[in-house]
């Protein structure tokens, strides 16, 4: 499955998702309840030895936060006019240890690991009722169609090059989103033909 | 054996089936016709997806508007379109559902998964996303994914229109090794010449029912008169 | 609800996913416009209230457990904490809202009112999740964060637009829908 996970095996990459998921979660809730910089730069320094630990070069601890790096900018400008420049440093170090752990949970946990861990997350749940077999399996329907209409999205896309339509949102959307209507309907019957 | 009494099927106000009434028992039984006469609407109904307006479908003795779901087991269909049909992101996963369905625990789904994936030569594929298989391959799991179930029949619609010469062999092989009795929709008039029986719709009607040749005459003769 | 729900839910999922694939248009300041959100507004038009809004959180679930499905192949949880992780979980409350609106006019309003439903939950809703969390996590006040978004408004404007006509020609392409 085409996910973001790095291949390894410390600690963290073999440590059950539920564990790490709830880790996350702490973490977040210490930043916001200790308020002070010290203690967010020092778990930065921690959240960077993770990376490490993980085998993890440094530069997919920067990945994490390049995205948003003119969000930092934005802050540090808001906050420089309003409070201080300090502050908006507080604020952007507590902002980018949050990416960094989320980050790296992403990295050290294989999707199929998650989507096993809501599964039986979602068991219990059928005794009130809750249809979960219908749930994992539009995961995997999903899963499965992803491919298959990015690909339908190509496919519009060269046929519309032809006609220099390429770059017409409407002429790549309309055809893509008729096929995958008309597909719905072979789909339901071939889930039900095999005893769904 | 499948007996189609007195059918009859609309579907949106436009009548698709008028009146057809056959049994079925033959082990290889072909159906051909024009886009659009109602062969392929046929195909649904001797599985249950469709049920008919009037008359009705009974295999072996089960009515396909009241059991349903017995007969779902009874009769596999394979659609034209594989990539409509496998629905599990993985090879291995999307024939192991059917088997899901059917309550049959992990541990034997596994084991069933494994022998058809290597009786359709897809072994090596087993862990591999159904996206990256051929179109040949990805009718070929279709099917396995419909045999690993063990119907009694086997109903395939249009199974080669989509694929190129070698692939339509392939699947032609396939269909020849079915130990099961199959009734194939179909366009592909080299699929059919040593089946038992053709029916050739037209219309919402069946214009002939003969051996392969008398039939595939009719058929021809009846595309040149229109 | 009936396999062929799942199989719409999880279609819808996949599309929005897909779109992704669409390259993006920048606006002249700068501001990028990605058809994926156009995805968000389509689920609830064509889909209505309660299916719509879950073949979002589908959407929502496969990014956050790691999968790269926003444009430019990001994904993962980390989204979700950042700048813009208010404006997700905005999504699937806007596709629900949008699937309401919808649903009093049986899925077909004109093209007037699709557009204004398409801006209440596309973009009214999406914003009342995402300008707070903004302001939160950057510590703005408001106002300050709702400037700070107001650059994508045109885009999401213009799609509003462009999801509404998309609407209308595939009910045309397909009527028994």
Do not use: C
């Amino acid at each position: 499955m085409l996910d973001l996970y790095s291949e390894g095996n410390s600690r963290l990459h073999t440590m059950k998702p539920g564990w790490k998921i709830l880790g996350l979660a702490i973490s977040g809730s210490l930043l916001f309840a200790v308020d002070n910089i010290l203690f967010s730069i020092a778990f930065l320094a921690v959240t960077l030895a993770l990376f490490a630990a993980a085998g993890l070069p440094l530069r997919r601890a920067w990945a994490q936060i390049r995205p948003v790096i003119w969000i930092f900018v934005l802050i540090m400008i808001a906050q420089a006019l309003f409070n201080s420049w300090w502050v908006g440093l507080f604020v952007i170090i507590r902002f980018a240890v949050l990416l960094m752990l989320a980050g790296l949970l992403t990295l050290t946990t294989r999707s199929s690991e998650m989507i096993d861990g809501i599964e039986a997350g979602l068991r219990p749940l059928s005794r009130l009722g809750l249809r979960t077999r219908g749930i994992s399996l539009a995961i995997s329907l999903t899963l499965r169609f992803i491919p298959v209409l990015a690909s339908v999205v190509r496919e519009v896309r060269e046929a519309q090059y032809a006609r220099g339509l390429e770059r017409n949102i409407l002429a790549l959307t309309i055809p893509a989103i008729v096929r995958t209507l008309k597909m719905s309907e072979d789909i339901s019957d071939a889930i039900d033909a095999r005893g769904f | 054996m499948i007996e189609i009494q007195n059918v009859s099927l609309t579907l949106d106000d436009r009548p698709v089936l008028r009146n057809i009434s056959l049994s079925l028992s033959e082990q290889r039984i072909a159906i051909v016709g024009s886009n659009g006469s109602g062969k392929s609407s046929f195909a649904r109904l001797l599985n249950g997806l469709r049920t008919p307006t009037e008359g009705s479908v009974r295999v072996d003795g089960l009515d396909t508007r009241k059991q349903a779901r017995d007969i779902r087991r009874k009769v596999g269909f394979v659609f034209q379109n594989p990539d409509n049909q496998i629905v599990f992101p993985i090879v291995e996963e999307d024939v192991a559902f059917g088997l899901k369905n059917l309550g049959i625990p992990p541990d034997t789904r596994t084991e069933m998964a494994r022998d058809i994936l290597q009786r359709y030569g897809l072994s090596a594929h087993s862990k591999h996303p159904a996206h990256n298989l051929s179109g040949g391959q990805k009718q070929l799991l279709a099917i396995a994914g419909v045999l690993v179930m063990k119907p009694d029949y086997v109903v395939l619609d249009e199974p080669t229109t989509l694929l190129d010469l070698r692939n339509k062999l392939r699947i032609s092989n396939a269909i020849d090794a079915l130990e099961q009795a199959a009734i194939v929709v179909t366009h592909d008039l080299d699929l059919v010449k040593d089946f038992d029986r053709v029916l050739v719709f037209e219309n919402g009607r069946v214009l002939a029912d003969d051996v392969p040749n008398a039939a595939l005459n009719r058929y021809v003769e009846a595309m040149l008169d229109a | 609800m009936t396999t062929k729900d799942i199989v719409l839910i999880a279609l819808f999922a996949a599309l929005t996913a897909a779109l992704g694939v669409i390259p993006q248009i920048t606006l002249p300041m700068g501001v990028p416009i990605t058809a994926q959100s156009m995805g968000v507004m389509l689920a609830g038009a064509f889909l209505g209230a309660k299916r719509g809004g879950l073949a979002i959180i589908l959407f929502l679930a496969l990014l956050a457990v790691g999968l790269p499905l926003l444009a430019g192949g990001r994904g993962g949880l980390g989204v979700f904490f950042g700048a813009s992780g208010g404006f997700l979980i905005g999504f699937p409350v806007g596709a629900f809202m949008i699937g309401y609106l919808f649903d009093r006019y049986a899925g077909r309003p004109p093209l007037f009112p699709s557009i204004l439903f398409m801006l209440l939950g596309g973009v009214g809703v999406v914003y009342l999740f995402g300008v707070p969390w903004l302001a939160v996590i950057a510590e703005l006040s408001v106002w300050q964060a709702l400037a700070a978004s107001a650059a994508f408004l045109p885009g999401d404007v213009i799609k509003a637009v462009l999801a509404s006509l998309i609407l209308r020609e595939v009910r045309k392409a397909i009527p028994n829908l």
